[in-house]
């Protein structure tokens, strides 16, 4: 292995390290840097690091827009080129001050990686995303099987989330334990739990309905009657595989053991949208769902705060501005309602009797 391919991989490492132990990023936040990175070294093809350069950065940027997504085909979104170009400028801003780079690596050069103003845009953008209504989270499921204990398990998984506005992360490392059903509510403990930023705090059930409640409900006393589950035992084990009458690896049953990573929930959740003849809906729209279902119930100041508290922010302006866009097509009707109505009266005009 040639001496700065070697140097590439140590201070890479080191730079790792750093995102962990220093700027306290989560394990997915670490993993999407060092994705990232990947992507960058594949494109350099084992160059030394510390010739990095403006035309460089040019050149890579002009290399990413060419790209396509290894799945689908398609070009890279402006987002995804956006987060590729960050976590990159965030390696080589760090490097600008490590012994043996800082003296070959200018900050000048390395403002040519900053994403251009659209994909910026597109990154911060609030605008309206498409997500399931709650006619359409109580039809799924109303519909979805419930034969078998893994068909239970995805039903209850899906519940769970628009219950509690959970991240699929934090989902699959819930356990047991952590289930109020008498008071209806989910202790997300950041030691533990999977949560964004490892925060701890208290959800009730959001108003879905008394039927998918009893989905949950249904799921725990299944667990712990039926399959001697106890409160440290995981809420949505995974899959157990063995080899089965046709001698061939297949799903038997559930495991004690949580999932390893959130991938197959959000398979599950996708797959169950698109089986109902639904859209394919990610998981991330839940609570998109769920700030439309407060335009349904919060009245006063009091009652967005209790609903925003509800989904762990502290601020209200978050779930406002992350989850609180109207649809295009509310906003043409609440437009017209506006124009037929005229404007409010001044309520500090003298009237004359």
Same mark, same amino acid.
């Given at each position: 292995?040639? #001496?700065?391919?070697?140097? =590439?991989?140590?201070?890479?490492?080191?730079?790792? !390290?750093?995102?962990?132990?220093?700027?306290?990023?989560? $394990?997915?936040?670490?993993?999407? /840097?060092?994705?990232?990175?990947?992507?960058?070294?594949?494109w350099? #093809?084992?160059?030394?690091?510390?010739?990095?350069?403006?035309?460089?950065?040019?050149?890579?940027?002009?290399?990413? $827009?060419?790209?396509r =997504? %290894?799945?689908?085909?398609?070009?890279?979104? /402006?987002?995804?080129? =956006?987060?590729?170009?960050?976590? !990159?400028?965030k390696?080589?801003?760090?490097?600008?001050?490590?012994?043996?780079?800082?003296?070959?690596?200018?900050?000048?050069?390395?403002?040519?990686?900053?994403?251009?103003?659209?994909?910026?845009?597109?990154?911060?953008?609030?605008?309206? #995303?498409?997500?399931?209504?709650?006619e359409?989270?109580?039809?799924?499921?109303?519909?979805? +099987?419930?034969?078998t204990?893994?068909?239970?398990?995805?039903?209850t998984?899906?519940?769970?989330?628009?219950?509690?506005?959970?991240?699929?992360?934090?989902?699959?490392?819930?356990?047991?334990?952590?289930?109020d059903?008498? =008071?209806?509510?989910? $202790?997300?403990?950041?030691?533990s739990?999977?949560?964004?930023?490892?925060?701890?705090?208290?959800?009730?059930?959001? *108003?879905?309905?008394?039927?998918?409640?009893?989905?949950?409900?249904?799921?725990?006393?299944?667990?712990?009657?039926?399959?001697?589950?106890?409160?440290?035992?995981?809420?949505?084990p995974?899959?157990? !595989?063995?080899?089965?009458?046709?001698?061939?690896?297949?799903?038997?049953?559930?495991?004690?053991?949580?999932?390893?990573?959130?991938?197959?929930?959000?398979?599950?959740?996708?797959?169950?949208?698109?089986?109902?003849?639904l +859209? *394919?809906f990610?998981?991330?729209?839940?609570?998109?769902?769920?700030? %439309?279902?407060? #335009?349904?119930?919060?009245?006063t100041p009091?009652?967005?705060?209790?609903?925003?508290?509800? @989904?762990?922010?502290?601020?209200? @302006?978050?779930?406002?501005s992350?989850?609180?866009?109207v649809? *295009?097509?509310?906003?043409?009707?609440? @437009?017209?309602?506006?124009?037929?109505?005229?404007?409010l *009266?001044?309520?500090? /005009?003298?009237?004359?009797?």
């Open positions: 292995m040639p #001496k700065h391919t070697s140097d =590439n991989l140590r201070i890479k490492r080191k730079h790792l !390290v750093w995102l962990k132990d220093a700027k306290g990023l989560s $394990q997915s936040s670490i993993d999407k /840097a060092a994705a990232s990175i990947a992507i960058y070294d594949k350099l #093809k084992g160059k030394d690091y510390r010739a990095f350069h403006s035309e460089r950065a040019r050149a890579f940027k002009r290399h990413l $827009q060419g790209l =997504n %290894e799945r689908t085909g398609a070009p890279l979104s /402006a987002a995804t080129i =956006n987060g590729v170009l960050r976590d !990159v400028m390696l080589f801003d760090w490097m600008a001050d490590q012994p043996g780079y800082k003296s070959r690596i200018s900050r000048a050069d390395i403002a040519y990686l900053t994403p251009d103003r659209k994909s910026e845009q597109a990154r911060r953008s609030t605008l309206w #995303k498409p997500h399931p209504s709650p359409q989270v109580n039809h799924l499921l109303s519909i979805m +099987p419930a034969e204990v893994i068909q239970r398990r995805d039903r998984l899906i519940a769970f989330l628009f219950l509690t506005g959970s991240r699929e992360g934090a989902a699959i490392t819930v356990r047991l334990g952590h289930v059903p008498a =008071n209806k509510c989910v $202790q997300f403990d950041g030691r739990v999977d949560t964004k930023f490892g925060k701890s705090f208290t959800t009730s059930f959001f *108003p879905f309905g008394y039927d998918v409640e009893r989905i949950l409900r249904d799921w725990i006393t299944e667990l712990r009657q039926d399959l001697l589950f106890s409160d440290t035992d995981p809420l949505f995974k899959t157990r !595989v063995a080899v089965g009458p046709s001698r061939r690896f297949e799903a038997v049953g559930i495991a004690r053991e949580p999932w390893a990573g959130p991938s197959s929930a959000a398979r599950i959740f996708k797959q169950a949208f698109v089986k109902a003849g +859209p *394919p990610s998981p991330h729209r839940v609570r998109d769902t769920i700030a %439309e279902l407060a #335009k349904l119930h919060c009245r009091e009652d967005y705060k209790a609903w925003s508290q509800n @989904m762990g922010h502290d601020d209200v @302006m978050t779930t406002f992350s989850y609180g866009s649809s *295009p097509g509310r906003q043409v009707e609440l @437009m017209g309602r506006f124009r037929r109505r005229g404007p *009266p001044d309520e500090d /005009a003298v009237i004359d009797e």
